[in-house]
């Protein structure tokens, strides 16, 4: 058998798996985007809001002017897995292992201090980027079975954004990545694994915590 009797048959299974891939990855993702979309707006209820799509089908950026005494608004951005790419899908689980949802609260209050609450190992490769992190204090907490480092400014910092994790009560906490408040941009911040409850659950709390940290 020749070598180009064969070639041509191989060559058309992966044109045909790769595109079968494309368009199953590409209406997953479509799905989630809606799904998340749909589960932030009924969450946060906005009065007007504007969602600009990135990279195509991986995900989107999404302000919400809400009628808060809190916000003045929230912004949201959703990076979902490259599902419809057979070929780079699987390095990507390596640098990415999970779709990424991060919430920027806009707070009309003002914030005291700085506090960081984040799942440990999170940040292995790429350090989280807070500014002087050599001032802050350290201590390993315990939040719904999942080791996270709690960093802060203050005690009062400190005790509220662990109230504020355990407020969440989700069922599981490994998808809570970094919970912070940063009075030097005045906004709280939440980056999370999407889901629906968990969405639901920060959006929730979201306010309580602001009422309780705001001066």
């Known amino acids: 058998m020749g070598v180009t009797t064969w070639i041509l048959p191989v060559v058309i299974v992966i044109a045909l798996l790769t595109t079968a891939a494309y368009f199953m990855g590409r209406r997953h993702n479509v799905l989630l985007m809606r799904m998340y979309a749909g589960a932030l707006e009924q969450a946060l209820k906005p009065v007007d809001q504007k969602y600009t799509w990135i990279g195509g089908y991986i995900g989107y950026k999404a302000e919400y002017k809400v009628k808060d005494e809190y916000f003045?608004?929230?912004?949201?951005?959703?990076?979902?897995?490259?599902?419809?790419?057979?070929?780079?899908?699987?390095?990507?689980?390596?640098?990415?292992?999970?779709?990424?949802?991060y919430f920027v609260f806009e707070c009309k209050q003002s914030l005291p201090g700085e506090a960081h609450l984040i799942k440990k190992g999170q940040y292995r490769f790429v350090p989280p980027g807070i500014e002087h992190e050599e001032k802050f204090r350290r201590r390993e907490v315990t939040v719904g079975g999942v080791e996270f480092q709690l960093l802060s400014l203050d005690t009062r910092g400190e005790r509220e954004l662990l109230r504020w994790a355990e407020s969440l009560r989700v069922s599981d906490y490994s998808r809570v990545k970094h919970?912070?408040?940063?009075?030097?941009?005045?906004?709280?911040?939440?980056?999370?694994?999407?889901?629906?409850?968990l969405i639901a659950a920060v959006a929730r709390t979201a306010p309580e915590f602001v009422r309780a940290i705001a001066r």
Do not use: I
Not at 73 to 91: E, G, I, K, N
Not at 190 to 196: L, N, R, S
């Open 72 to 101: 003045k608004q929230v912004r949201a951005t959703l990076h979902l897995m490259p599902r419809m790419s057979m070929m780079y899908f699987p390095v990507a689980r390596f640098t990415m292992r999970h779709d990424k949802l």
């Open 179 to 197: 919970l912070s408040f940063t009075s030097s941009t005045n906004v709280v911040y939440a980056y999370v694994d999407p889901g629906e409850e």
